[in-house]
Each structure stands twice: as structure tokens, then as C-alpha cells.
């Protein structure tokens, strides 16, 4: 299968970088701080969801501001202590790409985003995160602001997600989807394409835009 597109829009935790052992850590101490048991945590997905939202599902409205500067504030000071790491392939995709042709769009604040990516190396010229939009995935806003400011049509862009919120949103902004089974089963994942990760995918930059397919 081969993909035509102008530009590539990633997620970055669980698509590009893995952070869980740094989310994971940092979210319970957060949850203790705040008095919410262990079984009520459990309850809530984090993956692919705005801290706020998470926040939204545990505690009143009028605690929400605070419980998300402090959750941001855990996890930027715990990048440092690792848990935050490329996933497969991730450095030869990104490296084979102009600048202007990919985007990072994710759920994490600005400032956390920032943080994971330059632990790793990454660089993007252009970052949509949780700061930018009012409405965060499934909404389409932010993959359709990533497509405003490369200056390409949603429908020639592809989105790599590894969540249902994302796809969803890669969806409805009219945009192709890849899917990558990092943190889900395939079987949960509606896409165009589903891969295991981004090892598995190969680009080729033409004067036209990216061609997308699958190793061997």
C-alpha cells in the first residue's frame, strides 16, 4: 500500500516518543497529592487526553486550574529522571523529512511537549499542542490548525496516531490515518493503515510531496 501526501502530522507520546514510564510515575504521586484512590484512577484514560480533561474526570471544577499546573509541573521537572525515549524509527522518519512537510500535534501542554522532545532530539519547526486549541482530540482542531500552518489541505495530509481520540480527530479533519499499535491492540484501531510502528514505513520526498508505504 502507498500513501500520496503534502505533509505528515505525528503524535508525539506513543507515536514518536514513548513516555509511560514518566507519565505513569508522575500521575499517581499526582493522584495521592489529590486524595483520589488508586481504584478511581484506574477508571480514568489518560492516553491521548488533555491533562485537563483527566483532571475534569476526578475532581471538582474549581480545583481543575491547579491540579493541572501541578500535574504539568511533575512531569516537566521528571523528564530529566528518564522514562522518555524515541520509539522505532522515529529518528530515520523525521530525518528524512523537510521541516516544512511534518508537524508534531499533540494533547500535552506546550511547555511538557517542548521538554520530551528536545530529551530526545526532536525538533519540530512546527508544534500544535494543548495551548493552541479550545477543543483538543477526538475534535479535529488540532490537526486541522497543524494543516493552517504548513499551508497544506487537510485531505493531503496524513496523520500517525497511536489512540482512538486521535484517529478520530485525524478522521474528522479529512485527513488519511495511520495507525501505530504502540500502546493499543491493532484490533482497536480504525485507520487507513494500521503498522506495528514507524520501523515499519518507509518515505520517499518527490517535488509533489511524501510517499508513504510499507516495508517489504
Known amino acids: 500500500m502507498k500513501i500520496q501526501a503534502q ?3 505525528f503524535d508525539n507520546d506513543g507515536t514518536l516518543v514513548s ?16 486524595g483520589i484512590t488508586p481504584e478511581e484512577f484506574a477508571r480514568v484514560e489518560l492516553h491521548g487526553r488533555t491533562a485537563a480533561e483527566v483532571a475534569a474526570d476526578l475532581l471538582p471544577a474549581d480545583v481543575i486550574p491547579q491540579a493541572v499546573a501541578r500535574i504539568e509541573r511533575l512531569e516537566v521537572e521528571d523528564v530529566p529522571n528518564g ?8 529518528k530515520d ?5 523537510p521541516a516544512d512537510r511534518w508537524a508534531v500535534v499533540t494533547s500535552a501542554t506546550r511547555r511538557l511537549a517542548e521538554a520530551r ?4 532530539g526532536v525538533l519540530p519547526k512546527t508544534l500544535v499542542a494543548a495551548d493552541d486549541v479550545t477543543r483538543g482530540k477526538p475534535d479535529p482542531e488540532p490537526y486541522l490548525l497543524a494543516a493552517r500552518c504548513l499551508g497544506v489541505d487537510p485531505a493531503r495530509c496524513v496523520v500517525f ?6 484517529l478520530r480527530a ?6 488519511t490515518t495511520v495507525a501505530l499499535a504502540t500502546t493499543h491492540q491493532a484490533g482497536e484501531l480504525d485507520a487507513d493503515l494500521v503498522v506495528t510502528d514507524l520501523s515499519a514505513l518507509s518515505v520517499l ?10 516495508r517489504g
Open 205 to 214: 520526498v518527490t517535488d509533489d510531496g511524501v510517499e508513504i508505504s510499507v
Open 19 to 34: 513516555s509511560l514510564e514518566s507519565v505513569d510515575r508522575c500521575w499517581r504521586r499526582w493522584a495521592g497529592e489529590y
Open 117 to 120: 522532545l528536545g530529551a530526545v
Open 170 to 175: 485525524g478522521r474528522a479533519a479529512g485527513m
Open 93 to 97: 522518519l523525521l530525518g528524512s523529512l
Open 161 to 166: 496516531e497511536d489512540a482512538p481520540a486521535g
Open 7 to 9: 505533509a505528515l502530522l
Open 83 to 90: 522514562g522518555v525515549h524515541l520509539l522505532p524509527g522515529t
